[in-house]
Each structure stands twice: as structure tokens, then as C-alpha cells.
């Protein structure tokens, strides 16, 4: 008798709102096939009003405790209904182009701190291997090893030094242009790599990198090619100091975090962190392979210095304009 009446009561139950359950499923049927286009601005408006009206009869369902069959149907629904209400839907092309239109240029604004503190201490670093290297030569090894440094040393004539800038040499030239954008490389992956180490080794490793860009501008003002040999690193160096400043942020991010979580706890304030800094250090792979590119190709097509330093401040333009003037959220 009591079945009996559970099936009569579920029956009753199925009929009153069974329609509004078809509609759902017709509209849900059209998205899932990609056939959105189908549906009018109605259809669209009615979505969530049935979804809503499907949660209420689940819930009616399961504290009656109608047969399983309905209650499987209507969770299966509901599951279904809550991706296209609350989810993203979103293809790999759509995510790659919001990635780059909003998504990156987002997360480089928000670490605009960070970024600050890790391009001082960059610049502190050449500053100061600037000024060691021309008080002594010793310094230069110091930051750059011999065997890597080859002829382009302290004690490299004049002539041999321009030789790697006029595109004369270019076997040499690209040994140490090979050299440098490795280091940079490896600079960066350890900046953001080791970032959780509250933020100290970052800071180094910024420092160390700004010691060798420094060393390296001397030998070169020594011999009276400071402005020659500024063209030919900056003409890919904006692009490439400017991501491994970026890492150096991204890592600062982390660390700064972890040592300051605030009212949450260090885990939830790292993974909250290592998301921005993730956004970050996918586009610091996009601008090495940039890099990389005026490297390989700008810089040797490219000789006359007025050119490289055009160029090198177009990149700076671009650069600016893309992170810091466009695309602001509101």
C-alpha cells in the first residue's frame, strides 16, 4: 500500500513539472550539439529561471524520497544545466587570444610592486659592475667566466671588440650572443623557481644578472665603445631583461607571500600567488622567444647603431603600451 502511494505521489510529482524538465533538456540538447545559434534571446533568459526550477524538484525529490529513476534524471539534468549557467565554455583559441589580450597584461600590472623592486635591484647590479670592473680589470672575471668571456675582455684590443659589434667576427658574436640569452634564460627560470625562499635568492639572482650586463657595458666604455656596444645589447635586451625582470616579480610574488600570508594560511596564500605568477612566467616564455628572434635575425640585419637604438626603443614602446597603457579593467 505505502509503494503504491510513493508511486502515485511521484507520478503527481513527475507531471506537474515534467515540462518545465523538457525544456531544459531541449535547450541543454541544442548547446551541447553547438547549436546555439538556434536559440532566441528568450531561450537564453529562460535557462537559469529552469535550471533554478530543476534544483527546487531535486530537492523536493530527495526529501520525499521519490523513486531513484527521477531523482538520477534530475541530478543528471541539474549537472548538465550548471555548466552552461555558472561554467566557462571556452575553446583553446579563446583562451590563448584572452590570455593575451586581458589575462597577461593583467597579471604583469598587478605585480607592478614586485616588478619595481626586482628592475631596482637589476639596475643596482649594473651600476655596480659598471663601477668595479672599471676599477679594476679583475672584476670582470669576477661576474663573467674566461672561458665564456673569450676575446671580449678587459684586455681585448679595441679593434677586436668592434669586430663582435660591426657584424665582422660573427662566429664569436654568436658564441657570446648564445651565451647571454642562456644566462638570461636560466636567470629568469631561477628567479621564479626559487621565489619561494622568501624572496632572497630572487633578489640575488636580479642582482648577479644586473653585475654581469655592468661588466660586460665597461670593457666595452673602456675602449671608447660604450654606445656602439648599448645598441647591440639592447636591441634584443630590452625585450629579454625586461622578461627576467618579470620573472624576478613573479618569484618575488611567491616569496612575498609566503612570508606575509595575511590572513590566510601559507598554503592557500601560495597557491593563490603561484596562479598570478604562473600567468606572468607563461608570458616571460613568450618574450625570450621574442628575444630570441631580434637576437637571431634584428641584430645582424640591423649594423648601424642609430638603428639598433631605434629599434631597441620601439620594443620599449611596445612593451609599455601593451603591459601598462591598454586594456585596463574597469
Wanted: hydrophobic content about 50%; some cysteine; charged content about 15%.
Amino acid at each position: 500500500m505505502r509503494e503504491a502511494r510513493l508511486t502515485l505521489k511521484s507520478q503527481r510529482f513527475r507531471q506537474e513539472r515534467e515540462a518545465d524538465w523538457k525544456k531544459l533538456e531541449r535547450l541543454l540538447d541544442h548547446l551541447e550539439a553547438g547549436q546555439s545559434h538556434m536559440l532566441d534571446d528568450e531561450d537564453v533568459i529562460r535557462l537559469p529561471v529552469l535550471y533554478r526550477a530543476t534544483l527546487s524538484s531535486l530537492s523536493v525529490a530527495r526529501a520525499i524520497s521519490l523513486d531513484a529513476n527521477l531523482v538520477g534524471y534530475l541530478e543528471s539534468l541539474a549537472t548538465r544545466s550548471y555548466f552552461f549557467v555558472y561554467g566557462t565554455r571556452t575553446t583553446l583559441g579563446e583562451r590563448i587570444w584572452s590570455f593575451f589580450r586581458r589575462d597577461w597584461a593583467h597579471a604583469v600590472r598587478s605585480l607592478w610592486r614586485e616588478t619595481l623592486v626586482s628592475a631596482a635591484f637589476c639596475l643596482l647590479g649594473v651600476a655596480v659592475g659598471f663601477w668595479l670592473t672599471r676599477q679594476s680589470d679583475d672584476w670582470f672575471y669576477s661576474f663573467v667566466p674566461r672561458a665564456l668571456a673569450g676575446p671580449r675582455g678587459p684586455h681585448s684590443t679595441t679593434a677586436e671588440l668592434a669586430k663582435t659589434l660591426t657584424g665582422s667576427g660573427v662566429d664569436g658574436l654568436a658564441f657570446f650572443s648564445s651565451f647571454l640569452f642562456t644566462h638570461n634564460a636560466q636567470i629568469a627560470l631561477f628567479a621564479f623557481a626559487l621565489g619561494f625562499a622568501f624572496c632572497l635568492p630572487t633578489l640575488y639572482l636580479m642582482l648577479y644578472n644586473g653585475l654581469v650586463v655592468g661588466a660586460f657595458e665597461a670593457v666595452f666604455v673602456a675602449h671608447g665603445l660604450g654606445v656602439p656596444a648599448g645598441g647591440w645589447l639592447l636591441i634584443h635586451g630590452i625585450t629579454e631583461l625586461f622578461a627576467v625582470t618579470l620573472a624576478g616579480a613573479a618569484g618575488l610574488h611567491i616569496g612575498w607571500a609566503l612570508a606575509f600570508p595575511g590572513q590566510q594560511s601559507r598554503v592557500a596564500a601560495a597557491r593563490a600567488a603561484g596562479l598570478k605568477a604562473a600567468t606572468v612566467m607563461a608570458g616571460v616564455v613568450v618574450m625570450l622567444a621574442v628575444a630570441g628572434l631580434l637576437e637571431g635575425f634584428g641584430r645582424q640585419l640591423i649594423t648601424a647603431t642609430p638603428a639598433r637604438y631605434a629599434m631597441a626603443a620601439f620594443t620599449a614602446l611596445v612593451w609599455a603600451i601593451y603591459f601598462y597603457g591598454t586594456g585596463k579593467e574597469r
